[in-house]
């Protein structure tokens, strides 16, 4: 059987082409799948029925399967998904008072094997389908609305969630040609209709990738810096031996070109007595003089057997304050859904390390 979900508005209007169908009846079931988000074609009652005939032959609407849901008592809603051979991926719902935010699983595991990330100890699985990225916004906006959020932008007719960050498990980039039909699809007036602003893409770095995003589908970049040198981002994230800091940063500077804000998020994880001296503070502030971008300061979220522990409240401040004093704008992330283990680099906690990788050991620095 052939997944409807696993098609953009291009893929769908080329098999109905090969089927004698006229491009505008793609469109309309793709407004059937993601706008009325139907999972069934015989309900596409406005489709010709020779149409519905044809997908009902070997078609389906399939998202993953849910194997738990879980809401914190700040209303954080995970969902872990099953996505077959045993893989697990989560998607994470954060509600606010002006939008409601997905957060999206690219890979089941991740390559890239950052110091302080868990899905990265748990190695890389395999690549996420379109129809499994696409199918976890497909399934939040269809669970919120069955269990009657309420939201002012919903009583409008718009679906529940207004904004996706791909920064769940995986690193987008390496799976690149699927996330950016999933994005496309995000984008889509006949799909979700989001605007390129509202949809973030996070990467770890891969930059060529941003290169290509850049003119493929220039959504709005975060990129994961986390140290202001190239010694110590080594250590942290690996990908930075093949990528260094200044490359990295011209391929921001590149993408800025192109993207829906004139900045980069720099996201930051703030690790004890590791990254967040405050002298790295300023080696950072020099680091990206030249880039137009605001900063993202995560507290790191620990998990078992991890060896960093997360920098003290006053650490995290006065690190903020040296960025803002020296003319960024430099938030902290509230820790969200705290209690279901939904915060960053914490997803599918329970799934078991099939890599059996050696971790690398990053000392701390001496500090100060
Ligand atoms: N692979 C992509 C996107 C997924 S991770 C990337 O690395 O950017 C999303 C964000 O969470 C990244 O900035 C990542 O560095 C951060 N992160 C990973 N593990 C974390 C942890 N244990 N605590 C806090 N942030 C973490
Ligand atoms: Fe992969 Fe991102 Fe985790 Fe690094 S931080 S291991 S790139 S998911």
Known sequence: MINLL????AALTALFAERGEKPFRA??????VHRRLVDRIDAMTDLAQSARDVLARDAEIRAPVVVRDSTAGDGTRKWLLDVGGANAIEAVYIPEDDRGTLCI???AGCALDCAFCSTGKQGFNRNLGVAEIVGQLWHANRALLADGASAPWIEQGRHPITNVVMMGMGEPLANFDNVVS???LMLDDNAYGLSR???TLSTSGIVPAIDRLRDACPVALAVSLHAPNDALRDRLVPINRKYPLRELLAACVRYIEKAPRDFVTFEYVMLDHVNDA???ARELAELVRDVPCKFNLIPFNPFPNTEFATSSRNRIVSFQRILRDAGFVATTRKTR????DAACGQLAGQVQDRSKRR???VQPLATH
Do not use: C, H, Y
């Open 278 to 280: 405050p002298e790295q």
């Open 337 to 340: 859904g705290d209690d279901i």
């Open 6 to 9: 696993d098609f953009d508005q």
């Open 359 to 361: 971790t690398i050991k």
């Open 105 to 107: 699983s690219s890979q």
């Open 182 to 184: 999933a994005m496309n």
């Open 27 to 32: 469109r309309q079931a793709l407004r059937w």
């Open 197 to 199: 602003r509202r949809v």
